[in-house]
């Protein structure tokens, strides 16, 4: 076993040598060997006192193996879990850490490291559980319509309701570590109404992105795709619209 492979664990054992912090930012991949270790080499560059850790949502690559030899903790699905999983699972094991605060974010070098403390100067400014880090210029002519669908639907105002590029406080990541939320598809709009529905303040904030470096957006590469995402997301809205108790 190389010593990238000896730091790759599966995703229910705690890794007790990581060194004490509140802090973890949470990287799930899947397939994105070509970039997860430029992404992870980035943040460890900007943070190196936080949690860095990579989920490997069932990869057929060399995703959690570039992870690791750039730094990143691993944990490593047996299965695929989706998007929502992955990152659910990321939680549950910042949670067991016992990290206060976390920031979500892609694996295709979209959103940056540098960018990370305007979430984190915002979460403290709006005095909120959850801050959105958004780009909205980013938007195809197929995710602006999804966008002002779901405002329309939902009441939120927010201008990037799909970024993945999040900061969320320690009340906030037990509610969605909880497994009421393990249904959810995407860390999109089924999140932000769970979290409002229990008196979480969300915030917004502009942050700088790029483009993807390499491949597309699995949720919204083709119209086929978009009306899928469109479809189960209504349906979440209607069937339970205000996650009531």
């Known amino acids: 076993m190389n010593a990238a492979a000896s730091w790759v664990i599966s995703a229910d054992i705690i ?7 509140s802090f973890a930012i949470l990287i799930p991949a899947k ?7 430029q992404v992870v080499a980035s943040v ?24 690791a030899e750039a730094g990143a ?3 490593r699905l047996p299965v695929s879990l989706g998007a929502w999983g992955a990152i659910q699972t990321g939680m549950r094991y910042a949670l067991r850490l ?6 979500t974010m892609d694996a295709d070098g979209q959103h940056l490291a540098e960018e990370i403390p305007k979430l984190m100067e915002a979460l403290e400014r709006e005095q909120a559980e959850v801050v959105i880090g958004a780009f909205p ?12 669908f779901f405002r329309a639907l939902t009441g939120f105002e927010f201008a990037d309701l799909t970024s993945g590029f999040r900061v969320y406080r320690r009340r906030a990541l037990s509610l969605l570590a909880s497994p009421r939320a393990s249904l959810l598809e995407y860390q999109d709009v089924g999140v932000l109404l769970l979290l409002r529905a229990q008196g979480l303040k969300i915030a917004e904030t502009e942050v700088s992105m790029q483009p993807r470096l390499e491949g597309k957006s699995r949720v919204f590469s083709s119209w086929w795709r978009v009306g899928v995402y469109l479809f189960q997301t209504l349906i979440l809205c209607l069937a339970n619209p205000r996650f009531k108790r």
């Open 15 to 21: 890794d007790q040598t990581a060194k004490p912090s």
């Open 31 to 37: 397939d994105e060997a070509l970039l997860v270790g």
């Open 44 to 67: 460890r560059r900007h943070f190196s006192h936080a949690h860095l850790i990579v989920i490997d949502d069932g990869s057929g690559d060399e995703t959690a193996a570039e992870a």
């Open 73 to 75: 903790t691993v944990l």
């Open 98 to 103: 016992g990290c206060e605060t976390a920031v």
């Open 137 to 148: 210029e980013r938007g195809s002519p197929a995710r602006q319509i999804a966008w002002r």
